[in-house]
């Protein structure tokens, strides 16, 4: 409210237009107050008659609360575009990127000598530095560097252990090939032409030899 800028009032009622005086505690000439009139003082004016506010561009606003708050309730708060909903792509895309994170130190791992150098060169900040992506908090070098290390091992031991219980990705079977039968109608062809084949020799052989009655009657035993 009081970033509100003050304006002047102007008398709107047809008993008062153009009216100069006194109204109140403030001065008007010709309907107009002198001074600028700050919001509170104007809603109050505005509750005994008619007045409108004068905008600095020459403009006009009708005064007072009533009208205030009738423009304030036709104002409406942008409608927000519907949030976009999680494809299945990109769940497993998110999925992956969290089992990386997971498997992921938070800063390289240093071994018992080079956090000791650490300590010799920065002294116990260089080695809080390092503390602090562990999560680890001492005031002794000595301590610190074992719970550093200790931190390091109990990440190396989760890590192995969600590594080894992630399923292996599955593998489809190689297609096996089985040789294709022949139809039972080709069997049957064959087998057919294998039997005139057989009639067609023994019959030859019963002309050779000159009895070919055999040959009929045995022919017609199979």
């Not at 009622?13 to 600028?36: C, M, N, P, Q």
């Not at 550093?148 to 252990?161: E, G, N, T, V």
Request: with cysteine; charged share 30%.
């Amino acid at each position: 409210m009081d970033n509100e800028p003050m304006k002047h009032l102007k008398i709107v009622d047809g008993a008062w237009a153009g009216y100069t005086g006194i109204l109140g505690r403030f001065e008007f000439v010709e309907g107009v107050s002198v001074l600028k009139l700050h919001r509170c003082d104007r809603d109050l004016l505005a509750s005994v008659a008619n007045f409108v506010e004068l905008e600095d561009d020459g403009g006009e606003t009708p005064a007072g609360v009533t009208h205030r708050l009738a423009t304030e309730a036709q104002l409406r708060a942008p409608v927000a575009a519907p949030l976009a909903r999680q494809t299945e792509t990109d769940k497993k895309a998110e999925a992956i990127m969290a089992a990386a994170a997971a498997n992921k130190a938070p800063t390289e791992f240093h071994t018992k000598p080079e956090l000791e150098a650490v300590a010799d060169k920065s002294g116990i900040k260089g080695l809080r530095a390092i503390g602090d992506k562990w999560n680890v908090k001492s005031r002794s070098i000595p301590i610190l560097i074992e719970m550093i290390l200790d931190a390091q091992a109990k990440f190396i031991l989760k890590r192995d252990q969600r590594m080894q219980s992630e399923p292996a990705p599955a593998t489809e079977p190689a297609p096996v090939e089985t040789p294709a039968s022949a139809p039972a109608a080709e069997v049957e062809e064959d087998f057919t032409e294998a039997q005139i084949e057989t009639t067609e020799v023994s019959l030859e052989e019963a002309a050779a030899t000159g009895n070919l009655a055999a040959a009929i009657s045995d022919d017609g035993q199979e």
